[in-house]
């Protein structure tokens, strides 16, 4: 059974009176371990869909399904505690409160969650070890580079050992060489078993997946399946065929 089904999403918001389709009707199955990069230009729903398939927001007309669950069968309260449990989300913002450490950062949705202390302490430093983050536990977000906040951001995402991982351009404010580093380690986690679905703009990021949609206008148009290595000239060349 798929961990995440997009069923004929639409997406219709309003603008000072105009309608704006920012979804026409995008359907999608991911299937347990699968690392699914949806890419596409700013402003082609990419970010859209992924606040839908995590329960952020709510489509004019179609069904998301995670795990069995649909999500408009459930109150926003029910769904948050859906977010919490199975799906991880990992902004290109970052989001972390600034006036807490890093340790508390990624332990806060795992207390929320209902885990004890000890657990979520257990989990958070095994988190931080894997990131190469663990000597930085006690700093506050404004020591740290973009790169070591995206790794704390991907540790908090993950401290509820979620069915699902969503990126937001999760490298768009990092550097060639911090973002290489973050990708690199969430296609570690996706060899480890973890299913990763991102959005982006970029043909390097999306060549780390091992699938590839390709969005444009509210609407998937092409995709294909890549091979090991993040070649970028892979994604670039299937462009040049969608876009000849």
């Known amino acids: 059974m798929p961990v995440l089904e997009a069923r004929n999403l639409h997406k219709v918001y309003r603008s000072d009176g105009v309608a704006v389709k920012a979804l026409d009707g995008v359907s999608l199955a991911v299937e347990p371990g699968e690392f699914v990069a949806v890419m596409g230009p700013s402003g082609c729903g990419k970010s859209t869909f992924l606040h839908l398939l995590a329960g952020l927001d709510t489509p004019t007309q ?95 995402a993950l401290i509820n050992e979620p069915t699902l991982l969503l990126a937001d351009e999760p490298t768009g404010n990092l550097d060639s060489r911090s973002g290489n580093e973050v990708l690199a380690l969430l296609r570690r986690f996706n060899a480890q078993g973890q299913t990763i679905v991102l959005v982006t703009h970029d043909p390097k990021v999306a060549s780390f997946a091992r699938r590839v949609i390709f969005m444009r206008d509210g609407r998937f148009v092409s995709q294909m399946n890549t091979e090991a290595g993040g070649d970028p000239a892979q994604v670039i060349a299937r462009l040049v065929e969608i876009e000849a």
Do not use: C, W
């Open 62 to 156: 179609g069904e998301v399904v995670v795990e069995g669950h649909r999500l408009s069968a459930m109150n926003e309260s029910q769904r948050a505690v859906l977010r919490r449990r199975t799906i991880g989300f990992v902004f290109q913002a970052y989001n972390l409160i600034p006036n807490l450490t890093v340790a508390d950062n990624v332990e806060i949705p795992g207390l929320l969650a209902g885990s004890s202390a000890q657990e979520v302490a257990r989990r958070r430093e095994a988190l931080l070890e894997a990131l190469g983050i663990a000597d930085k536990a006690r700093a506050f977000p404004s020591q740290l580079s973009g790169g070591q906040q995206q790794r704390v951001a991907i540790a908090r």
